[in-house]
C-alpha cells in the first residue's frame, strides 16, 4: 500500500448527510475526500419518496424525533433549517410540490437532489472515492490513517456518514457502529423503524385483508397517528403504522381507532335511526367492505341492530376505538425506512457532531441516536447534522 497525499477531513459514506458535510467543509476551503463503498453516491436518496425524495418536511421540529436525548438535535436543527434546503433547492431551479402533512417532494426526479449535491461538493473541490471498501481505521499523532481500497489515506478529521443497517441490499451496514465502538463511543440499541409490523397466532386471519386500507388513528406507548392503515399479506403497514413502529416494542399491543371522527353513542343511535340495519352496514358507510365485514364478524354483532342491546353496541364502539392489535413482530431491517438507535448522542456535541473525548471524529445522519418521523424529517436531520458537523470541521 502506498501512502497518499493527506487530507483535512475524510467522510466516510457518500449518502444524505457525508454528501452535504463534504460539500459544506469543501467550500468552507477544506480538503475533503468523500468516501463510499458502492459505486453510486446518495443510493437512499434516489429511492426516496417513490423516486421523487420527500426531501423536507416544513413542520421541522425537535418533538419529530427519536432518541435517547430528545434535546440533542434541537442545535443542528435549529441552525439548518428546512428553508435553507428548499433555498438551495429553489437555487438550482428544481421544481417542488407540498405533498400532504408539510411533505416537499420534486415534481421531477430524485435524482436532481443527488446532482445538486454532487454539484455542491464539486464546487467545493470535494475529491469522491466511489466503489472503494474501506479497510482498517488507525488513529495516532492526531492523524486518522484510513485503509481505502489499495491506498493508506489520511486526515485530522474523520467522518462517520455510513448510516444504518436499514434496507442492506442498498449497501447499508452496521459499520458506523463498529467504528464508534472501536473508539469508545457507546451505542444506543439499534431496532428497525418506519417499517411494517407482522401478525401471527389468531390474528392472522386478518391477513386475508391484504390490500384494504383505511385511514384510522394508529397508538402505541400512548403516541398515536391519524393516516391511513394498510392490512398486508404478512400484517400491517400504511403511514399510520410505520409511524408506530418507531414507538412500538416487542410485546406491546398497537391500539387502533377504526373511526376516529365518531363520537361516543354513535352505533346506539345508529340503532335508533335504523333499527332494520347491521352493524356490518353501519361499518361499511365508513370503512371497506371487505374490512366492515371481518369487524362486524369479530365482535361477533351479526343481525339486526335493533337485535343488539345497547350495552353490547357501547362495548362494540369501545373496541372499534382501541382495537388491539398484537404484533409478534417487524418485517425487520431488510423493509426498514431508517434504524432508530444508533452512535449514543451522550458521546457528541451538538453544536458540532464530535465526539467528546475523541478530537477530530465526528458522526453525522443516520448513523447517529437520532431518528425522525416519516416525511422527510430524516433528510432534514441528514442535511442539518452533515451541515453542523460540515461547519466545524
Ligand atoms: P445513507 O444511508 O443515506 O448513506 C450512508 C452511505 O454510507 C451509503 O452511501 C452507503 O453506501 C455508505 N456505506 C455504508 N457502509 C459503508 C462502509 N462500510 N464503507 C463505505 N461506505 C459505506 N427519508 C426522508 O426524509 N424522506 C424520504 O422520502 C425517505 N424515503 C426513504 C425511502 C427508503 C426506501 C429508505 C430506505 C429510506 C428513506 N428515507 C427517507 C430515509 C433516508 O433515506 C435516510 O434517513 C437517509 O438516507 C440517511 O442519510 P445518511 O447519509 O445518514 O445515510
Known sequence: MSEAPSYDAIILGAGAAGLMCAAVAGQGGRRVLLVDHTDQAGKKILISGGGRCNFTNIHTAPDRYLSANPHFAKSALGRYRPQD????????????????????????????????????????????????????????????????????????????????????????????????????????????????????????????????????????????????????????????????????????????????????????????????????????????????????????????????TDRKLEEAERTLAGWRFHPNGTEGFAKAEVTIGGISTADLSSQTMEARRVPGLYAIGEAVDVTGWLGGYNFQWAWASGWAAGQAL
Not at 464546487?123 to 484510513?146: I, M, N, T, W
Not at 442492506?168 to 439499534?190: C, H, I, N, Q, S
Open 85 to 308: 434546503f428548499l433555498d438551495l433547492v429553489e437555487a438550482y431551479g428544481i421544481a417542488w410540490h407540498e405533498k400532504t402533512l408539510g411533505q416537499l417532494f420534486c415534481d421531477g426526479s430524485a435524482k436532481q437532489i443527488v446532482a445538486m449535491l454532487l454539484e455542491e461538493c464539486a464546487k467545493g473541490g470535494v475529491e469522491l472515492a466511489l466503489g472503494r471498501p474501506v479497510g482498517a481505521v488507525e488513529h495516532g499523532d492526531g492523524l486518522y490513517r484510513v485503509a481505502v481500497g489499495d491506498q493508506v489515506v489520511r486526515a485530522a478529521a474523520l467522518v462517520i456518514a455510513t448510516g444504518g443497517p436499514s434496507i442492506p441490499k442498498m449497501g447499508a451496514t452496521g459499520f458506523a457502529y463498529d467504528l464508534a465502538r472501536r473508539f469508545g463511543l457507546k451505542v444506543v440499541e439499534p431496532r428497525p423503524a418506519l417499517v411494517p409490523l407482522t401478525l401471527g397466532g389468531n390474528e392472522i386471519l386478518f391477513r386475508e385483508l391484504s390490500g384494504v386500507s383505511a385511514e384510522v388513528v394508529a397508538k402505541a406507548s400512548k403516541t398515536g397517528f391519524r393516516e391511513a392503515a394498510l392490512f398486508t399479506h404478512r400484517g400491517l403497514s400504511g403511514p399510520a403504522i410505520l409511524q408506530i413502529s418507531s414507538y412500538w416494542r416487542h410485546g406491546e399491543p398497537v391500539a387502533i381507532d377504526f373511526l376516529p371522527d365518531r363520537a361516543a353513542g354513535w352505533l346506539r343511535e345508529a340503532k335508533r335511526a335504523k333499527p332494520r340495519g347491521t352493524v356490518r352496514r353501519v361499518l361499511g358507510e365508513a370503512l371497506p367492505e371487505r374490512l366492515a365485514e371481518t369487524l362486524a364478524e369479530r365482535l361477533g354483532l351479526e343481525g339486526e341492530l335493533a337485535a343488539q
